[in-house]
């Protein structure tokens, strides 16, 4: 027989063999799971569920929409430097950042608002951000706030804390009834802003010391997990604000903070050591709200070394999503909800942000510092 008399092979098209029934059913199953997860997680099966993107909507409402900027920590400006290990978190932590020796880092200085051209004197929470770039490409990126605690302990009470501190139209202030409505359902705010108000602001970003809030966990070589919170504390004295001649009610200088830290780093390098307090079983990891006691054992593991400013740019800390939870192997996020939250708003706000043009910033650095930009 002849290849062109070879009979053609015969397929069953229908009806279908009971295989084929099986595995289209278990790939319509698999089909269906899918479409169903990103329909949860986009909150649309159950849209009264808090979502990342009803936190960011939520920004929106109370701010607007500015295209182009952060939805909250809008107002800002690019730092770098390097940090210099002193090689005593290695007996708590595997990671390289912790090594004696020298990591470049990167960062940004902010106002948390989400308005990005506020005044100064409008805002009273700075925010040191960084990323800390390690070998092998590994990255540790936290953001940083110069209060003692979180005002909230988790991402609903943050969403409803939102709505009860939005400015009424008619006042420009927040509605006095709702917000006592609110602590009066959140005792641990109440306790919390006490606290955060009790602590005096300094001067300006470069004697402010700056704190994790959120719990991580370090992780040593022999698999030892140890509970810790982080601070960057300025080695440039701390001055309080009132005490320099800055009037936070009269704005002569609507960007003072930023101005002042330009200033500074005209003159030379700012520097931060990143000291760890060590906690124990005792100690809440999932509260951002509670403080550890002052009696805990607090390790100096290096010195942050700031000595360049640059106007946030493509190609500087303006790409960056400072994420909380990039972290290098040694260093673990701990039970606190809040960490999941923020990882998932952020990526929220970037997205949104990185699709939108985006007007020049409020924050313009002249070429006062040496070396190269951030």
């Known amino acids: 027989m002849s290849e062109y008399e070879n009979p053609r092979p015969h397929y069953r098209l229908w009806p279908p063999s009971p295989e084929t029934i099986t595995s289209l059913v278990t790939i319509g199953i698999a089909v269906a799971c899918i479409a169903a997860g990103f329909a949860y997680v986009g909150g ?12 960011i909507d939520r920004f929106e409402q109370i701010n607007g929409v500015h295209p182009g900027f ?19 978190g290695t007996a708590l932590s595997t990671a390289a950042v912790f090594e004696k020796g020298t990591t470049p ?12 051209f506020v005044p100064d004197n409008e805002t009273e929470v700075r925010s040191m951000a960084l990323s800390f770039r390690l070998r092998d490409g590994e990255e540790w990126r936290t ?7 979180f005002p909230v302990r988790n991402a609903q009470a943050f ?17 006095p009834s709702r917000m006592q409505s609110f602590l009066a359902a959140h005792p641990e705010t109440a306790k919390a802003l006490q606290a955060i108000k009790a602590r005096p602001f300094s001067t300006g970003f470069a004697n402010a010391s700056y704190n994790s809030l959120d719990a991580f966990r370090f992780v040593n070589g022999a698999g030892v997990s140890t509970p810790v919170r982080w601070s960057m504390e300025a080695v440039d004295p701390f001055v309080a604000e009132g005490q320099a001649g800055v009037n936070k009610s009269s704005p002569t200088d609507v960007n003072y903070l930023f101005d002042d830290l330009i200033a500074r780093l005209a003159k030379g390098s700012v520097q931060w050591h990143l000291v760890v307090t060590i ?20 390790l100096t593991l290096g010195t942050l070394t700031i000595d360049r400013i640059a106007t946030e740019a493509p190609g500087n800390c303006s790409d960056v999503n400072f994420d909380p939870l990039v972290l290098p192997a040694g260093i673990a996020p701990s039970d606190d909800p809040l960490l999941s939250a923020r990882s998932a708003t952020y990526s929220n706000s970037f997205r949104r942000r990185a699709a939108e043009a985006k007007t020049p910033s409020e924050v313009q650095v002249p070429n006062v ?6």
């Open 369 to 374: 510092t040496k070396g190269a930009s951030p």
């Open 44 to 55: 649309y099966l159950t849209p009264q569920r808090l979502t990342q993107a009803r936190i």
């Open 143 to 149: 953001g940083m706030n110069d209060i003692p605690v």
């Open 70 to 88: 952060r939805r909250n920590h809008a107002k800002g400006v690019c730092i770098a430097g390097t940090f210099d290990s002193n090689g005593n």
């Open 279 to 298: 906690g124990t079983s005792d100690d809440a990891t999932a509260d951002a709200t509670v403080a550890w006691p002052e009696t805990r054992t607090r």
């Open 105 to 116: 880092v990167t960062g940004r200085f902010a106002v948390a608002v989400g308005k990005p």
């Open 159 to 175: 969403y409803e804390q939102m709505l009860a501190a939005r400015p009424d139209p008619a006042t420009g202030k927040p509605d």
